[in-house]
């Protein structure tokens, strides 16, 4: 079967029937690479792609909330800096018209770019049941283990919350070009609070953050001397592995780079006085 | 990996899809899994649109979806359903080509010819979107499109033709 609902409470419906029987799909960037590639056979689809409102974002109270069927290429547009380029990294084009971000969290991906960026400005997610209604919770309890999530079998994720006006920065080393897998990924943010917060991708089982060298950046001044206790912090907190793209000890130590540029960047930012441009 | 060439499960459950595909109104029942690729080249014999990673690398099955580039690859036919499809095999009228395959012709930037289709969809969605078009956008529009016989100069020199001539009255 294939169900093409156009309402969130139609789909939510529907996953509270199919569960586990029925794939969810959106933009199918990672669905249908999967099943090309065998390893998926679904004989049963929730395509949320015509759920308009599953698209739409909106300021509530100091936050913005963007829908989970916001594509790539929509975030593309978005003030918020690390978001914005690090949706502008993935793929082609074509596949920006159709990534969600919405897919982008529910794949979990250790190298998942938007999961980075978003991690890095204490992004809570919301997952919403037909039948025991919409929950909250921060992003970084989504994340349980390699491609496991607190996604249980008959919620969606519906959106984002963000604070509205952080200033961030976003990274990859990868191959340069459209299609790109990163080796090391990292975002850092501040709130307009001082709160600032660290993610990095491709270096865990999941995307991550590292509470113990964010909680050195508890509103002093960015110095140098700070910035490089938190990016010693960062190495020894990471927990990367050797394989084909890179070793263990390149990705630590490409952390601890990234998070010392990035914060560095943030720093000189505010001294010109830069909102987040 | 599948051969997209070859024939389509009968195991899998059908759904009837209906949209529109350069210009004709269409309705097929297929397999739920079907790709809109396979829908496009098996089901309606509209094999312009080529087919090669299956992974949303390469661009070579890039195809408009309601005037935005989209990998045919990686969309499901059922999902096209209600929507406008436009492939290579829809942008001449009757003899008379597209301006952007004209450049192609022109400045030679087809060698092997695979990947010809997908970067023409590519420049397709800019030259519509855009009428002033800068070098990175032009860069950035056709990033997903990867050519392995031309090295791109004669690709990106045909596109800016193409700009040219479609602004010139
Ligand atoms: C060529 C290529 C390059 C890429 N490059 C990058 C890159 O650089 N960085 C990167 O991070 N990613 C990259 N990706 C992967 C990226 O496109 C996906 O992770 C994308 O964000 C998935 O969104 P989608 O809408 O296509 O999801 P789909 O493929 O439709 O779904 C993905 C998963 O999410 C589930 N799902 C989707 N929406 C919801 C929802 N609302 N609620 C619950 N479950 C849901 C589906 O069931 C499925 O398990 C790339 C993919 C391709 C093909
Ligand atoms: S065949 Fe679709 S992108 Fe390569
Ligand atoms: S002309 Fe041969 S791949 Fe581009």
Same mark, same amino acid.
């Given at each position: ?69 916001? *594509? ?5 547009? /978005? ?31 250790p190298?998942?770019?938007?999961c980075v960026?978003?991690l ?20 970084v309890?989504?994340f ?19 604070? +509205? ?6 990274? +990859? ?13 990292? #975002? ?10 660290l993610a990095f991708g491709c270096v865990g089982p999941m995307p991550i953050t590292t509470p ?22 960062v190495?020894?907190e990471v927990r990367p592995?050797?394989? !084909? ?10 952390c ?10 943030? !720093? ?10 | ?16 899809? /209906? ?47 309601? =005037? ?17 499809? *436009? ?56 990033? =997903? ?12 020199? #045909? ?11």
């Amino acid at each position: 079967m294939f169900h093409q609902p156009i309402t969130i409470e139609e789909a939510l419906n529907l996953r509270n029937e199919l569960g586990a029987d029925a794939t969810v799909i959106n933009g199918g960037t990672d669905v249908v690479v999967a099943m090309n590639h065998g390893a998926l056979k679904p004989q049963c689809f929730i395509d949320l792609s015509r759920l308009t409102s599953l698209r739409k974002n909106r300021e509530d109270d100091g936050s913005l909330i963007l829908g989970a069927g916001t *594509t790539f290429a929509m975030m593309g547009r /978005s003030h918020l800096r690390a978001l914005r380029e690090a949706s502008l990294s993935v793929g082609g084009p074509a596949i920006r018209n159709v990534g969600t971000l919405g897919g982008n969290i529910a794949t979990a991906s250790p190298a998942g770019d938007g999961c980075v960026a978003l991690l890095a400005m204490n992004a809570d997610v919301q997952l919403t049941s037909a039948e025991r209604g919409e929950r909250w919770i921060p992003l970084v309890d989504f994340f349980i283990d390699y491609r496991k999530t607190a996604l249980a079998g008959d919620e969606l994720i519906t959106a984002v919350r963000v604070p +509205k006006d952080p200033q961030s920065r976003w990274y +990859k080393i990868g191959k340069r070009g459209a299609v790109n897998i990163s080796l090391v990924c990292c #975002a850092v943010s501040r709130n307009a609070n001082g709160k600032i917060g660290l993610a990095f991708g491709c270096v865990g089982p999941m995307p991550i953050t590292t509470p113990k060298a964010a909680s050195l950046l508890n509103g002093d001044p960015l110095t140098p001397e700070l910035i490089d206790d938190v990016a010693n912090l960062v190495a020894q907190e990471v927990r990367p592995i050797d394989d !084909h793209r890179g070793s263990a000890t390149y990705r630590r130590a490409m952390c601890k780079t990234l998070v010392k540029r990035l914060l560095t960047d943030l !720093h000189a930012g505010d001294q010109k006085g830069d909102a987040d441009a | 990996m599948p051969d997209p060439s070859s024939p389509i499960p009968v195991e899998i459950p059908t759904t009837q899809v /209906s949209c529109r595909v350069n210009g004709a109104e269409i309705s097929r029942t297929v397999p739920v899994d079907t790709p809109l690729l396979a829908f496009l080249r098996d089901v309606l014999g509209l094999t312009g649109t080529k087919g090669a990673c299956l992974e949303g690398e390469c661009g070579s099955c890039t195809v408009l979806v309601d =005037g935005v580039t989209v990998n045919s690859c990686l969309m499901l036919a059922a999902q096209a359903n209600d929507r406008n499809i *436009t492939t290579i095999e829809g942008l001449a009228v009757g003899s008379e080509l597209d301006v952007i395959q004209d450049s192609f012709i022109e400045t030679g930037a087809a060698q092997c010819g695979y990947c010809t289709p997908g970067l023409i969809m590519s420049a397709r969605a800019l030259l519509n979107d855009q009428p002033d078009i800068s070098e990175d956008e032009l860069l950035t529009a056709m990033e =997903g499109n990867i050519c392995r016989c031309t090295g791109y100069a004669s690709i990106i020199q #045909a596109v800016k033709r193409a700009h040219r001539e479609s602004q010139s009255p």
